[in-house]
């Protein structure tokens, strides 16, 4: 998979550009997704273009998942304060890392977007709200791009759809993300929908690891 | 009908204070709102409360439309520039007026939200977009409160679950506000899902007035 589109806001880009550990956090979420290759025992990322919606997206965003997780010890699930104790309402961020350097902590909060656009909103507000309520220090969305999205499920909302709205978030350290496959080609598979097919794997959530410590 | 819950930010707050406009748009779409009448012959509201998602809500909002376009002279469907002709992608707000006052234009956007929660984000966020690109100056967003939204159509959001978010849209004038049923009653008949039985109607399309002038 590769990397075809990113927008920072100015404030997310002073964090990234002056700080090892938010470049760095960036970095491990732009190797993650660009890791995905298809079909499994490919170089690079082939998507098969000849049906629209052919293709499943939730085994592009597992395998992604599967390297913050594993080689870069992100954790899932990661709760608001505001949503889950005071509010009592809304799920738990998608993924999670804390950094560690010189007593400062460094969070940041990740939301890959495989729903639709309305969907893709949520995510944002989620992740604006952590922000304001100095839950998490920077925010990343991870989206396809558009050529990509239309051969992915019915409905999968796109960067440049989402695109209109990154300026709401001015003033906050926000990242988006485009991905897109580095080729496209009518010989290879289409990607399975849902979880067909994919071995069951146990998911680092964070809850675990605040339950462990 | 009966408003059970209201939200202004301060900026809200102090344009509904201070201007005479600005407080005459809110009570407009509090009256409309208000004006929604069940069984259609009742003089209140009374909601069939003998099975979650019994009722339908596009009635509900059928009717608070008719009374802001017929007796107020709201419009519908007003495009945002920044998203039809800037980024050529997303749709009108849902309810929009005009006021003019010593050659000063004040412009209200309105978004009656009958969808399910993601959908309500995403409305927050086309409101704000509007009020930072200053294409609007006053955004306000109509949902049922909880106790109500769970005898109508499955999903449909309400104001508690979208609460959480309403601080992310401190700093700008943003009003959020949550009706009620006045009554709950075994003994009155279910709204009907969907449009069945409403007489077809044309709307007061902003498009209209603005190719008529």
Redesign the interface.
């Known amino acids: 998979m590769k990397i075809e589109k990113v927008y920072m806001t100015r404030e997310a880009e002073e964090l990234v550009n002056n700080d090892r550990l938010f470049k760095q956090s960036y970095e491990e979420v732009v190797a993650s997704i660009c890791s995905s290759v298809w079909p499994m025992d490919s170089e690079t990322f082939i998507i098969n273009n000849t049906e629209k919606n052919g293709n499943g997206v939730v085994p592009v965003k597992e395998l992604c998942y599967v390297m913050l997780e594993d080689t870069y010890n992100w954790f899932r699930e990661k709760p608001l304060d505001?949503?889950k104790v005071?509010?009592k309402?809304?799920g738990p961020i998608d993924v999670y890392k804390e950094f560690v350097e010189n007593n400062e902590l460094k969070r940041v909060g990740l939301e890959f977007e495989t729903?639709?656009?309305?969907?893709a909103?949520?995510s944002?507000?989620?992740l604006?709200?952590g922000l304001?309520r100095k839950e998490i220090d920077l925010a990343m969305i991870l989206m396809p791009v558009f050529e990509l999205s239309r051969f992915l499920t019915d409905r999968v909302s796109n960067y440049?759809?989402l695109?209109?709205?990154f300026?709401?978030t001015e003033g906050k350290p926000f990242i988006y993300i485009g991905f897109n496959a580095d080729e496209f080609s009518s010989s290879v598979p289409f990607i399975p929908k849902g979880s067909d097919g994919m071995s069951k794997r146990s998911i680092k959530k964070w809850k675990d690891k605040i339950e462990n410590n």
Request: proline share 4%; hydrophobic share 25%; net charge negative.
């Open positions: 505001v949503l005071e509010k309402k809304g729903g639709n656009i309305s969907s909103h949520r944002m507000n989620k604006l709200l304001n440049e759809e695109e209109p709205y300026e709401n």
